[in-house]
């Protein structure tokens, strides 16, 4: 189980650093810079799925170490 969970931290890790410059957007709201900061942009193609990915790696993060604490 331990094993498990390493492998779905060392995933979900590299998920999050592909992800495009979000952050880059969230320092310009303490900036007042960007305009188009809350524009809709939808996500496609491998955005999108790099999204999805992190969310599911995520959940099942979450699920994972709620079972281990239960369970010792």
Do not use: H, Y
Request: proline content about 1%.
């Amino acid at each position: 189980m331990d094993v498990v969970l390493l492998v779905i931290s060392i995933l979900l890790i590299t998920v999050v650093l592909l992800q495009s410059d979000k952050a880059e957007d969230a320092s310009n709201i303490l900036l007042g810079a960007s305009s188009e900061l809350f524009a809709q942009r939808k996500e496609r193609g491998p955005e999108l799925f790099i999204s999805r990915l992190t969310l599911v790696l995520g959940i099942l993060f979450f699920v994972l170490c709620l079972v281990m604490s239960v369970l010792k």
